[in-house]
């Protein structure tokens, strides 16, 4: 049965430009061989994921009404996305992503109009009625909705993205607030391992953590003490990592709402992910269940099972 997930977060103007490497060099215009522009932002790219997969799903999201919301409306539309949870805010938020052939990119995201609106909570727990899973992102208009998701009785998932320790004071309400709590391992310095520990030592409520490890895969424990690894080759060549971390986390929860089999689950995360590198932008490399399921009897992922709780290096 396809799981209801309401998912809160931004809807980008985004542009991808391809670049030689970092630093850019100063210099006369480039003429690179191709620039993307569509709807980009967490929100938007973890819905678009698990619509993909099959999954019935609400974006609670803040457009502008300006030209660039005007763009964002049009793609989201075209999605199946745009819905009573898309509410007029004072300006739309606009990315700029720059990426080099070795998959390294540098991120420019302007949000001030976003961060100023406050989203309806009464809107927010509408959508929530008969949802079995809330994605709660890290933006700004988000935080006070997961005390809304709490009342209404909903789990949880957030990804915090680049986080550097579990006390974070900044990103302790969805700490204390997520179910299931993913973040990049860029910015861990003891690695993905101590990471989850430590969240299940603080956060008693939380049930799965998982650190994205970018061309490594994944690792991912559970309460009970389990740890999952995972890690793949990319299927084509790697054009853009944008949108890659999303795509890993909503497609865990999707296979984890579907068939409440972690590990498989991760398994097939770590494929999706890095399936859509091999595209120019998150929302053309989506695959259906059907199409991951395809590509996962012709394209191994290596898997790992160990404990958490005897190991502490990564």
């Not at 009970?224 to 999303?246: I, N, Q, Y």
């Not at 795509?247 to 097939?268: I, K, N």
């Amino acid at each position: 049965m396809s799981p209801k997930i309401v998912v809160a977060g931004t809807a980008n103007l985004g542009v991808t430009v391809p670049v030689d490497g970092f630093p850019l060099p100063d210099g006369p215009t480039r003429r690179p061989p191709w620039i993307r522009t569509g709807v980009a932002g967490v929100g938007a790219n973890v819905a678009g994921t698990l619509a993909g997969l099959g999954a019935t799903v609400e974006l609670c999201t803040v457009i502008g009404a300006d030209l660039a919301g005007d763009l964002v409306r049009t793609a989201l539309r075209r999605q199946g996305l745009l819905g009573r949870g898309a509410v007029t805010g004072p300006a739309s938020s606009v990315s700029v992503d720059l990426v080099s052939g070795d998959g390294r990119r540098a991120g420019h995201t302007h949000l001030q109009g976003v961060e100023r609106a406050a989203y309806p909570a009464g809107l927010f727990a509408e959508a929530l009625q008969g949802a079995d899973l809330a994605v709660v992102t890290t933006a700004d208009f988000a935080r006070p909705l997961l005390e809304t998701a709490r009342r209404e009785g909903v789990p949880v998932a957030t990804d915090l993205h680049l986080v550097s320790d579990a006390a974070e004071e900044s990103r302790r309400p969805w700490l204390n607030s997520a179910d299931i709590l993913f973040c990049s391992h860029e910015r861990l310095p003891g690695g993905p391992l101590e990471w989850i520990a430590d969240v299940f030592a603080a956060y008693p409520g939380c049930l799965i953590a998982a650190v994205g490890c970018g061309a490594e895969g994944a690792a991912l424990g559970l309460r009970d003490g389990t740890l999952v690894r995972a890690r793949t080759e990319p299927p084509r060549p790697v054009r853009s990592v944008v949108g890659a971390g999303d795509t890993l986390f909503a497609s865990f929860l999707h296979a984890w709402m579907t068939t409440g089999r972690p590990v498989e689950a991760l398994r097939g995360a770590v494929l999706h992910a890095a399936w859509t590198t091999g595209s120019a932008w998150a929302d053309t490399g989506h695959l259906t269940s059907e199409g991951l399921e395809e590509l996962s009897r012709t394209h191994p992922v290596q898997v790992e099972l160990g404990r958490w709780d005897r190991e502490r290096t990564a």
